[in-house]
């Protein structure tokens, strides 16, 4: 289809977010098939789904990326962007909210309030987002949208406000009443034919509509009172109400459909047009100028805004841009400032996007949002703007990744595309890193296992680089408890010079001041020259360390005496030397293996406390306090490094998805002692393999 060009009145953008499985990709796909936005009706659990559109997303019947659609309906253009309600791709529902003006919550009408809507209005209030509810599958076997509706109003308040009434549930859901205009719809035949509203409803539309001028009143003093004084609140007036009740996010109204069957899509879609903000309603935009000064850029400025909320990449058309307009033009073919990056940026071929399917663009205006191909420095959450204004967006907020595993080529082709393909990959994953761990290993840090194994999929399919994950080494230290004495002898006879080093050393502990090396040496038993040798072979082998393979920290090394031989000594002889009485004295002075302690801090509903704590127990955690914020109990813990590798998919599973954690060291400790011993024992194994 090829879009109209549009005033910004007639223009409104839509998130959809919620719990995965509420049907949000259904409803987004009914509506553009219906407009003509796709050329056929796909299904999600045929893997035919237009939006999603990734093999991942096929093979696994649910999306994983944010996907848009643009369409139009009457004089309007609406672009509807379909989120994942997945906890492990919460990146890709932030990018929706960043990319729309409003929000349309959709919950499974046969179930309760569940994690992933809680998350969704979580982000929709944290960004101020107009919204609307629909409770979806009111057809869905044990449906009830009247309970599901309660259920809204509990969680969320009374701001929740019905604006349809469901006829029947389950099997017998057939329409809804218009509590508005108290008019009630039958679905017949592909189409919704009024109706009278049912005789056994006729308590519940009394009810639910008092609901609805409760809330709706909020927004107009002048009607509030009116409310109070229990005088008649005309149809004009709820309406005018709830049109700027939503905008201004005093109330959220509540809509009931079925996507599969069509029951309640168009008057969606007439709620979206009717309530549902415009740009110009949404604006002005808070951005800072190129002197870092705070400035608001309405929509309809002349002025180029745009926000990049997505990138993807594709090793065929290379990085996939989405873009935001909130004000000015911008049009194919131009240049553009990424005040981000500090540089120019061409931009090639605009496109609107309809799922998978790209419609060619000329141009994108305010409030518009599309795509473009192959940019050179642009990224996620980049600016978009003019050099001589060199606005900038406030970046978006995602969550830091907590769940880590360690990743290793299969074969030595793929160590070849390993590197190039995570650095392509990780363009499309802002809530993914790689980094390099103190044990050398490649550390792939995620959401959750779901969002690993897309990422390590995709690394393949799209880059031909497989990767295998493992639990990753914790970075162990050793250190020493007690005071020795040390003898280390290096002797080697060859036919020419020999190699001769000869040293007593003397170990202490040395607490939270590193490796220390000194020197006592009386009567020049050991030349000074061969000092800087022995210090190399103390603080090698320390860095090597000596129980299980992990740095030596913590000590003092003091020379104290030794020998030499005038023709066979040289550095490299004392630097073997002491290595060799490092090693010795280490044995002999209560050495001990110290582990990683992490502080957590760790958020969770009221009711998920006690299994929690006991579940830190378990992981020879340390409760150290417990706070308030935000709803939310706070947990505050010291827990073992090697404890946590798994804690965020364990942590979701306790919490029904509701609870999140933080970690960073704090400190080491010892490692009790029947725990060091097979770390200890397995480093000796891998040493040496033939039990030698």
């Not at 001041?513 to 050991?526: L, N, R």
């Amino acid at each position: 289809m090829t879009l109209k060009s549009h005033d910004l009145a007639h223009i409104r953008s839509v998130v959809l977010a919620g719990h995965a499985g509420s049907g949000k990709t259904t409803l987004a796909e009914q509506v553009l098939f219906r407009a003509g936005a796709i050329p056929r009706l796909g299904r999600v659990d045929d893997g035919t789904a237009h939006l999603d559109y990734e093999p991942e997303e096929q093979k696994q019947h649910r999306s994983l990326s944010l996907a848009v659609g643009t369409f139009e309906r009457g004089e309007h253009e609406i672009t509807l962007v379909d989120t994942p309600g997945y906890p492990d791709f919460v990146a890709e529902m932030l990018q929706g909210f960043h990319a729309a003006d409003a929000a349309l919550f959709v919950m499974d009408a046969s179930g309760g309030v569940e994690s992933g809507l809680e998350a969704a209005v979580k982000a929709g209030r944290a960004t101020r987002t107009a919204a609307c509810f629909v409770l979806n599958k009111c057809d869905r076997e044990n449906a009830n949208p009247s309970a599901a509706l309660d259920a809204l109003r509990a969680s969320f308040g009374n701001k929740i406000a019905p604006l349809h009434l469901a006829i029947g549930a389950a099997d017998t859901f057939s329409g809804y009443v218009d509590l508005v205009h108290r008019k009630a719809y039958r679905f017949e035949g592909g189409s919704e034919v009024e109706m009278p509203i049912p005789a056994e409803l006729a308590d519940e539309v009394a009810m639910r509509r008092d609901q609805l001028l409760e809330a709706a009143a909020e927004a107009d003093d002048a009607v509030f009172e009116k409310y109070l004084s229990e005088e008649e609140i005309s149809d004009a007036e709820l309406d005018a109400c709830l049109h700027k009740g939503v905008r201004e996010s005093v109330l959220a109204p509540v809509l009931v459909a079925s996507a599969t069957k069509g029951i309640g899509l168009n008057a969606l879609l007439d709620a979206i047009v009717r309530y549902l903000p415009s740009p110009e309603e949404e604006g002005p935009y808070a951005a800072a100028d190129k002197a870092g000064k705070d400035v608001e850029i309405p929509a309809d400025s002349p002025q180029v805004l745009v926000r990049v909320f997505k990138t993807a990449a594709d090793p065929f058309v290379g990085r996939l841009t989405y873009l935001r307009v909130l004000s000015g033009t911008i049009r194919s073919q131009g240049t553009v400032f990424n005040s981000t990056k500090g540089e120019d940026e061409r931009i090639g071929q605009l496109l609107y996007l309809h799922g998978k399917e790209q419609e060619p663009a000329a141009e994108l205006r305010a409030g518009e949002i599309g795509a473009v191909a192959k940019l050179g420095i642009t990224e996620t959450g980049d600016t978009l703007t003019t050099r001589d204004a060199a606005l900038r967006l406030p970046p978006i907020d995602f969550p830091e990744p907590t769940l880590q595993v360690a990743i290793d080529p299969v074969s030595k082709g793929d160590l070849d595309k390993m590197g190039p393909a995570l650095t392509r990959m990780l363009e499309e994953e802002p809530t993914a890193r790689v980094e390099r761990s103190e044990t050398g290993e490649q550390i792939l840090r995620a959401i959750g296992e779901a969002q690993i194994a897309v990422i390590t999929e995709r690394l393949k399919r799209k880059f031909g680089a497989a990767i295998m994950t493992r639990t990753p080494t914790v970075p162990y230290r050793e250190t020493i408890r007690g005071t020795t004495k040390a003898h280390g002898r290096y002797k080697k006879q060859t036919g020419g010079h020999g190699m001769f080093g000869d040293v007593w050393i003397e170990l202490e502990p040395n607490p939270a001041a590193g490796v220390e090396f000194a020197e006592k040496v009386v009567g020049g038993s050991v030349p000074k020259g061969f000092f800087p040798g022995i210090e190399k072979g103390i603080r090698e082998t320390a860095a090597e360390g000596v129980l299980a393979g992990f740095p030596l920290i913590d000590f003092r090394a003091t020379l104290y005496d030794g020998s030499f031989h005038p023709v066979d000594s040289n550095e490299l002889s004392f630097k073997i030397a002491a290595s060799m009485a490092l090693k010795e004295g280490v044995l002999q002075a209560k050495p001990v293996l110290l582990e990683p302690i992490m502080a957590i801090e760790v958020h969770v509903p009221e009711q998920y406390m006690g299994e929690v704590n006991r579940d830190l127990n378990g992981r020879r955690g340390r409760v150290l306090g417990m706070d308030l914020a935000d709803g939310m109990q706070i947990i505050n813990a010291h827990v073992p490094q090697s404890e946590l590798f798994s804690y965020a998919t364990e942590l979701r599973s306790l919490t029904g998805g509701r609870g999140t954690f933080s970690a960073v060291l704090d400190h080491y400790e010892d490692v009790p002692s029947q725990l060091a011993d097979k770390i200890i024992d397995a480093h000796r194994k891998d040493s040496h393999p033939d039990g030698h």
